[in-house]
């Protein structure tokens, strides 16, 4: 009997070790920034600085206490589990992330302004962006001014992201040939979408708005070309508003609209 107790203790102990090894260890790490291929760095921006051109930096599960730049093409993704969390609990005025290069990727993260511990009459965004072909894909944005903001950008696809409890889910001006689609906007309490000075021939489709004040804006007479189509519309005070010089001038179809 002792010897069949201890050939299954082994057995049990063997078997333990394979389930062990079987995980996934991206799922095993948490507060972990590394460079595919490079090693692992004590913060995000230490990471990205120490980047090159068109590497992936990925980061794991944990809260993150930054704000970010990133000034050249790479990939952020957040990795592991769950989504990383980056909190912004300055105060001053100041963006989560500020991305200033071309064909860059942000996949994967939940950020919030910690209004706990900073102003909440301060101006924060999520991610501003002023420059192209970036991919924002698959993040939550939380309590800012604005979730995401464009200045001067073009050809981003912007999809799969939940802007909630901001001001503005997007702002966008200067921004021509975006792509915004399949997005969540709900609960900002001013605009969900905002298309400003200079937006023109962008994209907007399949997304969700919901308890929005206003969930599209469209303003200014430079603001034209636009199509805005496909899109469900449920419980925001106004759907889609044109107004300043935009009236008429931009293509709006194909909407579901639930009050």
Excluded at 87 to 108: L, T
Excluded at 109 to 128: A, C, E, P, R
């Amino acid at each position: 009997m002792k010897k069949i107790a201890v050939v299954s203790t082994i057995l049990l102990l063997l078997l333990s070790t394979m389930i062990i090894g079987c995980l996934d260890t991206n799922e095993l790490k948490t507060n972990v920034i590394e460079i595919e291929g490079k090693g692992e760095y004590s913060s995000i921006q230490n990471a990205i600085d120490n980047s090159s051109k068109g590497d992936t930096i990925y980061v794991y599960d944990g809260s993150y206490y930054e704000t970010i730049v990133i000034n050249k093409s790479i990939k952020l993704i957040g990795a592991g589990k769950e989504k990383p969390i980056l909190i912004y609990n300055k105060n001053i005025d100041g963006s989560i992330i500020f991305v200033n290069s071309n064909d860059c990727k942000i996949e994967g993260f939940k950020l919030i302004f910690d209004i706990n511990q900073s102003d909440n009459k301060l101006t924060v965004t999520g991610i501003s962006i002023s420059s192209s072909n970036n991919k924002i894909l698959n993040n939550t944005i939380l309590n800012a001014k604005y979730g995401i903001q464009m200045l001067n950008s073009e050809e981003n696809i912007i999809s799969y992201n939940e802007f909630k409890n901001n001001t503005d889910g997007i702002e966008a001006h200067k921004d021509y040939y975006n792509n915004i689609s399949n997005n969540n906007f709900s609960n900002n309490t001013r605009f969900g979408l905002y298309l400003g000075y200079e937006s023109q021939h962008n994209k907007v489709s399949y997304n969700y708005f919901y308890n929005n004040d206003e969930a599209i804006l469209l303003s200014k007479e430079t603001t034209f070309s636009n199509e805005i189509s496909q899109n469900k519309f449920i419980k925001n005070n106004q759907e889609i508003n044109e107004c300043c010089g935009a009236e008429g001038k931009n293509t709006i179809v194909n909407n579901i609209y639930n009050k």
